[in-house]
């Protein structure tokens, strides 16, 4: 779910490119089979990290093109419909939201409750990159001995970075990821219709990434696909405020 929070945004993004007929269709394709994989991975922040970055890509194209208050009304309308037509029907998502949990949010407390425990043992830099499973154990005083029943790291991409390089190097991490968010902006801010997509498009994504790696942990250090658009970002910056000081 984590790497459709970076990717389909920026498809649903790119949708509203003058494209050919062929172009439009095979991106609707792949938007369509990624929402099918999103679905599939029954992840409740992805879904919900997703749908909010599709809703800011939609109003924000629909006022460009027909002014804020139209794109507000078909947005809340879209909404609206969706919203009965997911809670009236029986679907994976509508299940997945209102009736089966199968204990995963209940096991991210005790999972959180040791991370705590461990980054007040080691507050400033943490117990060292890739460290966090090999250590954690030791810190486990929940009653479910939670890390023996389930081995993976706290679901929280900030407390798993706290634990590993402490607050120094959680500090460093979130500066580079607002660098970043900077280096974009003349692109999501662009007249140009293709850097204002593709822009929105990686902003949307970050932004849901950021959102749901509240709820989820990902191995941030091995992420390519992370690593890759953050780098596409900045790159799609420069080239838009480059094209803006070479046509204002």
Avoid: C, K
């Amino acid at each position: 779910a984590l790497f459709f929070d970076l990717l389909l945004p920026l498809t649903f993004s790119l949708l509203f490119l003058p494209w050919g007929f062929l172009a439009r269709v095979g991106l609707a394709v792949l938007f369509l089979l990624g929402l099918t994989g999103l679905i599939v991975t029954l992840s409740r922040g992805g879904m919900v990290a997703i749908g909010l970055a599709l809703i800011w890509i939609l109003y924000r194209q629909l006022r460009r093109r027909t002014g804020r208050v139209s794109a507000l009304a078909y947005v809340t309308l879209l909404m609206v419909l969706g919203g009965i037509a997911l809670l009236s029907t029986d679907n994976p998502v509508s299940r997945r939201f209102f009736r089966h949990d199968y204990g995963t949010a209940y096991g991210r407390l005790p999972h959180m409750q040791v991370a705590l425990e461990l980054i007040r043992n080691y507050p400033l830099l943490g117990v060292g990159l890739n460290n966090y499973l090999e250590v954690a154990p030791q810190y486990d005083y929940t009653p479910q001995r939670i890390i023996s029943q389930w081995q993976v790291p706290v679901h929280n991409l900030y407390l798993y970075i706290l634990g590993e390089i402490g607050l120094v190097g959680l500090l460093w991490v979130v500066l580079f990821w607002l660098a970043v968010l900077r280096a974009l902006a003349p692109a999501w801010r662009a007249a140009d219709p293709f850097y204002f997509s593709v822009g929105g498009g990686l902003l949307a994504g970050l932004l849901a990434y950021f959102l749901h790696a509240q709820f989820d942990y990902g191995f941030w250090q091995h992420f390519t696909t992370l690593w890759f658009t953050l780098g596409l970002a900045v790159a799609t910056g420069r080239l838009a405020r480059q094209e803006a000081v070479a046509s204002p």
